[in-house]
């Protein structure tokens, strides 16, 4: 069984029948018990001190101190709406916000293991949306305007009217097997000793199983057979999805394209237990258990088939 991934689990009803209401989110807006979470610059309000809890502020904050922001609704908990806030058009926000000392905005990726799961799912939620919006807004069409609608999940264009909606970029992540060994790839710019699951974007007009083997030929020249998906992740940086596989080799000679990886090596059973029990331990090094690839690593290392 796979474990939840570090930014699952959204405890939020994302209310896609409410949202379609224009005056109904005009009240959620007006009402004092809604919240709303502040971004700067894509990075999330959290509030100092142990243990890290979002940065949820009321209405007025909006009204009052960061006037015209952004505000894009996340969801229902219990009835009361959540927002996200772009006040990415102050200069000091903390300040602005009267917030000095109480709370920062600190990076979501960074701060991520520091919030309870929920948190951070809903963290991760916000970045990538507000994200979304700030790089959509002129038309893929035609180049006019667009207008946030749906509550902030969708853009419609001023002139020509087409829809535009958040997009998520599927990118599947494989350990690929050959009887006990797997094979782990590396970037120069990585830390030295650590390798992790090869990785690649899923192409137009392409399955899964096909983008696994295609990838894994591209950067390897090693032949992929059978492949079985794992689990998935997000990852709103800016909005990939991470679908875990894992995969069986048929070949084992190994080709590395340089333009995709520094070096790519079998590691033995041994080798990758070691690693996940001592992080920093010598040797090989691997991704903490915030990525996927750790737990894909983890699944084969313990004894998970393809
Ligand atoms: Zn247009």
Known sequence: MSQ??????????RASSERRDRGWIAEQLEREESRFLPYWRLSVLVKTGIPRELGWARNDLCDNKAPGS???????????????????????????LGLSGLARFEE?????????APECAIAAQGRALLDWHARHRFCAVCGAKTTAGLGGLMRECDECDAEHFPRTDPVVIMVVCSEDTCLLGRQAAWPPDMYS?????????ETIEEAVRR???EETNVRVGRVRYYASQPWPFPSSLMIGCLAEAETREISVDPEELQSARWFSREEVAKALAEPGGGGLTVPPPMAIAHHLMRAWADGEGV
């Open 70 to 96: 952004e505000v894009v609704l996340l969801g229902l908990r219990e009835g009361v709406a959540h927002f996200a806030l772009d006040v990415s058009g102050l200069e000091k926000p903390e300040v602005a």
């Open 4 to 13: 939840p991934q570090v930014f699952s689990g959204n405890p939020l009803d």
């Open 108 to 116: 979501v990726r960074a701060v991520a293991t520091q919030l309870s």
């Open 215 to 217: 990838e894994v030929f």
């Open 197 to 205: 699951a090869l990785a690649g974007f899923v192409d137009q007009d």
